[in-house]
């Protein structure tokens, strides 16, 4: 019954499993997945013993939590999360083992079955506050070092040269694969609790700090060299042969706090399996209702997408917006937001009150994993635009129409950044608009779709972001204030006829 359930859930979740295999064979962050599942099966051979000598009992209360995970990954589908929908597969088929093995058996297998977990292919998340640490310490390791630093953003200027700190260096798949490693290492070597939680937060620390360090003896060489050895040594330096010598390091100041592994005894082989029936009918009814509860999403998803029309979307930048703006013939600013795959966008823009704005709309319908709106793809710029950086953040409340709202305002600078008479600075304005609703939250963005999505109102949601000048007489910012308090309404309701046109 075991085999039966795992290859029924792996059948109906076979594009979330697939989509997991895509992204370890792609992703060398992620590479390490390939490993976790013989590594489960040889922990959970180790305790085979253990295992032969309790009679398994099915759990019906694991059917609560089955019908938990399979709603958990009901919305993260809704609204095309890999992450969501990856961890609520792996909690369904780890569920399994309870509902129909019993909590007895799970319990001599809690780890193994825990560490399945590290098969997902999560933690991109964490890239941006690591290249902003980064990026800290790195500077205030210079200026320690004496070396004079003017900072903007993750972009940085030292006397003998321009650096920046990019995805590349933020040390996310360093610290996935310590973590990953680091937490076997404490289950094989800890039995107290104490220990193994000890090594496990070591394991994480030690590679943000090595992180660190190497992006400083990075820049510390290259200002040394002339800018001679820097360009290449990254590699040499910070590899996986660099990651690697500081695991083994970790590694070898760990165990000398291993405990010693306790006698393993082959219960099973020495007969004394607990005497206890198990009933056939209640194994059949929650392994029958178990895989029920887990069909479930599929069944409503292919409901809501019953009949669903999908139509073109038309998009049209009016000439007109309000009275004092209007659709600008010249004076392109000459930027665009990095969204990725729109359903429809527009980019132009308008010129009022002697300004000029720029307005960027992405429109997404019939979201899926390669056209959604809210990703860690969709940003103002990435780390390696040519023309533009980021180089500050902030939020700021404005009146759209009637109502004040909240707004993500961002400062880009034109690249390089020395060089130039005179930078090129943008101030940005952002928001979310999710079926006529606004916010800036990605994660409120992600709710609401999911909500409207699963009530059957469809995913309907934009980006509106616009842009001008810093640099001119009143300031960029309000210039946007004016800008989107005179046009949200007029941009509002072109939003509203796109919803409505299906």
């Given at each position: 019954m075991l085999l039966l359930l795992l290859g029924w859930v792996l059948f109906l979740y076979r594009e979330t499993a697939t989509g997991m295999v895509a992204i370890w064979a792609r992703s060398e962050t992620f590479t390490h997945g390939f490993l976790v599942p013989p590594i489960v099966f040889w922990l959970i051979w180790r305790r085979r013993g253990e295992i032969a000598a309790t009679m398994p009992q099915p759990m019906g209360p694991a059917l609560i939590f089955a019908a938990g995970a399979a709603l958990v990954w009901l919305i993260g589908e809704s609204v095309?999360?890999?992450?969501?929908?990856?961890?609520?597969?792996?909690?369904?088929?780890?569920?399994?083992?309870?509902?129909?093995?019993?909590?007895?058996?799970?319990?001599?297998?809690?780890?193994?079955?825990?560490?399945?977990?590290?098969?997902?292919?999560?933690?991109?998340?964490?890239?941006?506050?690591?290249?902003?640490?980064?990026?800290?310490?790195?500077?205030?390791?210079?200026?320690l070092s004496g070396i004079p630093v003017y900072r903007e953003g993750l972009q940085f200027v030292i006397p003998s040269g321009n650096w920046s700190v990019v995805e590349a260096c933020s040390g996310v798949r360093y610290l996935i694969a310590s973590?990953?490693?680091?937490?076997?290492?404490?289950?094989?070597?800890?039995?107290?609790?104490?220990?193994?939680?000890?090594?496990?937060?070591?394991?994480?620390?030690?590679?943000?700090?090595a992180n660190w360090l190497r992006a400083y003896l990075i820049v510390m060489l290259g200002h040394l060299s002339g800018n001679?050895?820097?360009?290449?040594?990254?590699?040499?330096?910070?590899?996986?042969?660099?990651f690697g010598v500081v695991i083994m390091l970790m590694f070898v100041v760990g165990a000398r706090w291993a405990e010693p592994e306790l006698p393993f005894v082959d219960r099973g082989a020495q007969g004394s399996r607990q005497q206890q029936g198990v009933s056939r009918w209640r194994l059949w009814g929650i392994s029958t209702i178990y895989a029920l509860v887990v069909a479930l999403p599929y069944i409503w998803m292919a409901g809501l997408d019953h009949g669903k029309q999908f139509g073109a979307v038309g998009l049209d930048a009016p000439e007109v917006l309000s009275t004092n703006w209007r659709l600008a013939a010249t004076g392109e600013i000459g930027f665009k937001p990095a969204f990725q795959n729109p359903t429809v966008e527009i980019n132009k823009n308008y010129f009022g009150e002697g300004r000029n704005v720029g307005l960027y709309v992405g429109y997404y319908r019939d979201q899926n994993y390669s056209s959604k709106l809210v990703s860690s793809e969709n940003i103002l710029v990435t780390s390696k635009d040519p023309q533009w950086a980021l180089v500050g953040r902030s939020e700021r409340d404005i009146k759209l129409g009637d109502v004040a709202r909240n707004v993500r305002a961002a400062e880009l600078r034109r690249v390089p950044l020395a060089g130039h008479a005179k930078v090129d600075r943008l101030v940005v304005y952002q928001i979310f608009w999710i079926n006529g609703t606004l916010t800036t939250s990605d994660y409120l963005a992600k709710v609401y779709s999911a909500w409207y999505r699963l009530t059957g109102r469809g995913d309907d949601s934009a980006v509106v972001i616009a842009y001008t000048a810093k640099d001119q007489p009143g300031g960029g910012e309000a210039v946007l204030d004016s800008f989107l308090s005179n046009n949200y309404s007029a941009i509002n309701k072109i939003l509203a006829n796109v919803q409505q046109r299906k």
């Open positions: 095309a999360v890999n992450s969501v929908t990856q961890l609520a597969f792996v909690a369904i088929l780890v569920l399994v083992v309870p509902a129909t093995l019993g909590l007895a058996v799970t319990r001599h297998i809690v780890f193994p079955l825990g560490f399945l977990f590290f098969s997902v292919p999560i933690g991109e998340f964490l890239m941006p506050h690591l290249m902003e640490g980064t990026a800290n310490f790195t500077v205030l390791a210079l200026r973590l990953t490693v680091g937490t076997l290492f404490a289950y094989l070597n800890y039995h107290s609790l104490k220990r193994r939680v000890l090594f496990i937060f070591v394991s994480a620390l030690v590679p943000v700090v001679k050895l820097a360009a290449g040594v990254d590699h040499l330096i910070y590899g996986w042969l660099f």
